[in-house]
């Protein structure tokens, strides 16, 4: 282990135990050299806390996870799929998701969150309520994610986290339906509403 790798670990000591690794983890991420650890964490497999390099898979709580998460710059706000991973731990997509005040769509921007890493920015109208902040992180909420992701199902891996979102904060996801376009004006609208539907059913 490099020295800066352990000054790492001792700081993680006096964090909350939501940040603290096991000693298997510690191991797995002391194991790989530094450039190693630069690749892993570009291709996601491991998240940089300062310093100590967490593996993906390591995080059991929704805090823990999005501890593990790059720190976002101000206004941008963890969404999407990744708040989804954050809810429930199921398994994150290759890239980041976030939301910020309305503009294009879909942005995509490349070296926001340092080099090599990607992160899909959706602009859309946010309501504080919507926003939880677990330590340094500000994520969707399980209510305002289920909505999100209803709405922008584009992968057969949506539906399974869907699913898990509604098995683990069932109640929010249930709230999730009022929030989305009255009357099924839209096609989208009624796809998302068939999804949480079918999501809170498979969950009783």
């Known amino acids: 282990m490099d020295q800066t790798e352990a000054n790492g670990l001792r700081a993680q000591g006096t964090r909350s135990s939501a940040h603290a690794l096991s000693p298997e983890c510690s191991a797995l991420a002391a194991f ?30 929704p805090r823990a996870r999005a501890a593990s998460l790059p720190k976002l710059p101000e206004p ?4 999407g799929r990744t708040a989804a ?29 340092g080099a090599g890493v990607i992160c899909r ?4 109208r946010l309501q504080h309520s919507h ?19 209803a709405m922008t199902l584009e992968h057969p891996d949506d539906c399974v986290l869907l ?10 996801v249930e709230r999730a339906l009022p929030l989305l376009p009255a009357g099924d004006q839209t096609q989208h609208s009624a796809q998302a509403r068939r999804a949480l539907q079918q999501a809170l059913a498979l969950s009783r």
């Open 32 to 61: 790989f050299s530094p450039e190693e650890r630069r690749r892993l964490t570009l291709d996601g497999l491991l998240n940089d806390l300062g310093g100590v390099h967490l593996p993906w898979f390591a995080a059991s709580t």
């Open 76 to 79: 941008l706000v963890w969404a």
């Open 85 to 113: 991973w954050v809810w429930t731990g199921s398994r994150r997509r290759p890239f980041y998701e976030a939301m910020t005040a309305p503009g294009r769509r879909w942005d995509i921007r490349r070296d926001a969150l």
């Open 121 to 124: 920015i959706r602009h859309m």
């Open 131 to 149: 926003v939880d902040a677990l330590d340094r992180a500000r994520v969707t909420g399980p209510t305002r994610t289920a909505r999100d992701l």
């Open 163 to 172: 699913a898990d979102l509604a098995a683990q904060h069932r109640r929010a």
